[in-house]
């Protein structure tokens, strides 16, 4: 063997180490290596919600978290029912349960050894920050448009049925093979307008800004109604949430009455993604919110009465409700492992993570659709 085969398979042993996620020291003095951990903090920095949402440790695949259903009652208590002994009326919690189960998202990534050859640096960077990136990307997805129903080839998902072109055209949409992992849980939306909400199931509320069966545009007379709404859970505007799409940030960007990130003052905590306060509200922007819905929130097949597709949607949220599990196994929680193809003169990378999410109070959850695109 060569010197020049020789240092070629110490190259390539050393980018899958480091791709892997081993020890820091593997091939440090001449590849910039990234770990499991640190990609973690990437997909935490760039995914706001990770942020914003509490996140429960998980040391088994599914837990139990309980909810409440109801309150406790005060009574009064007079004097006179105080001598003759009378005792309050006796009131207890109710309560109830909500489930989370660890999922797992996985990716399969073959990579040719050639490409290692030639460009070993390079293909560092843009693997470590795909991968990072697109995680953080399919979490914000998954949390806000994630619906687990499948029925009439997906039409009944609010997602709608995956097309690339025809009258259908929907590359937001699933399928078995393609967004699939929007299929792994229950989203923010399905609270509101999911199947589950339309036969009752699910308790969300919602705001509808459509007029004729049409969009219209946003006002702050929405974000009102939807304050409403919410009642007892928008007492505390410090636990509220503004979710907007990108579409949706430039219009709010010339509101005088968004307060902008740079007049919060010295001190103040900024997340990802966070674009000012309205009304006390935090306002964050995120480009996961599909833009091709009709007026009801939803993708709608051209077979169904007013499907235009040019609306959008804004959520209103309790932070408090929505609940984030992670594993407490690390290489449960985020690993990259590699499989060696020599016979295909390539290798194949492994990305993988297991996580939870559910929503504990469905009606601390607003959704504003049929708000009108640009």
Request: include cysteine; glycine fraction near 8%.
């Amino acid at each position: 063997m060569t010197s020049e085969e020789m240092n070629f398979n110490e190259m390539t042993e050393k980018v899958k180490a480091a791709l892997a996620g081993v020890a820091n020291t593997t091939g440090a003095t001449m590849l910039p290596t990234e770990t499991a951990e640190e990609i973690i903090g990437i997909v935490y920095e760039r995914n706001f919600m990770r942020s914003l949402f509490p996140a429960m440790p998980m040391s088994r695949r599914i837990m139990k978290i309980p909810k409440l259903t109801g309150s406790v009652s005060f009574h009064q208590q007079t004097l006179t029912m105080a001598e003759a002994g009378t005792a309050a009326g006796e009131s207890r919690n109710a309560t109830n349960e909500v489930e989370l189960e660890l999922k797992t998202m996985i990716a399969n990534i073959p990579i040719g050894n050639y490409l290692i050859a030639y460009g070993v640096e390079g293909l560092l960077a843009v693997l470590r920050d795909d991968i990072a990136s697109q995680l953080a990307t399919n979490e914000q997805s998954l949390f806000i448009n994630g619906d687990t129903a499948t029925g009439n080839s997906f039409a009944d998902n609010i997602n709608g049925p995956h097309a690339t072109s025809g009258a259908e055209l929907n590359p937001t949409g699933v399928s078995g093979t393609v967004n699939d992992y929007l299929l792994l849980f229950d989203g923010l939306r399905t609270a509101c307008i999911g199947t589950g909400a339309t036969a009752g199931n699910r308790l969300g509320v919602t705001v509808d800004a459509t007029q004729a069966n049409a969009g219209s545009a946003f006002t702050l007379a929405h974000m009102r109604s939807a304050i409403a709404k919410l009642g007892v859970y928008s007492d505390n505007r410090d636990e509220l949430a503004m979710i907007v799409p990108r579409n949706l940030e430039v219009q709010l960007l010339g509101l005088t009455e968004l307060q902008t990130v740079d007049k919060y003052g010295a001190g103040a905590t900024i997340l990802s993604g966070e674009l000012g306060r309205i009304y006390g509200v935090r306002v964050f922007a995120t480009g996961v919110i599909p833009t091709n819905m009709n007026h009801t929130g939803k993708f709608a097949l051209s077979s169904v009465a007013n499907s235009v597709r040019n609306c959008t949607i804004a959520m209103l949220v309790n932070v408090r409700s929505p609940l984030i599990g992670n594993p407490t196994v690390a290489e449960r929680r985020f690993s990259i492992g590699f499989h060696d193809e020599p016979t295909k003169d390539r290798f194949v990378l492994i990305p993988k993570q297991d996580v939870a999410f559910a929503v504990r109070y469905d009606e601390a959850i607003c959704t504003i659709h049929g708000l009108a695109t640009l």
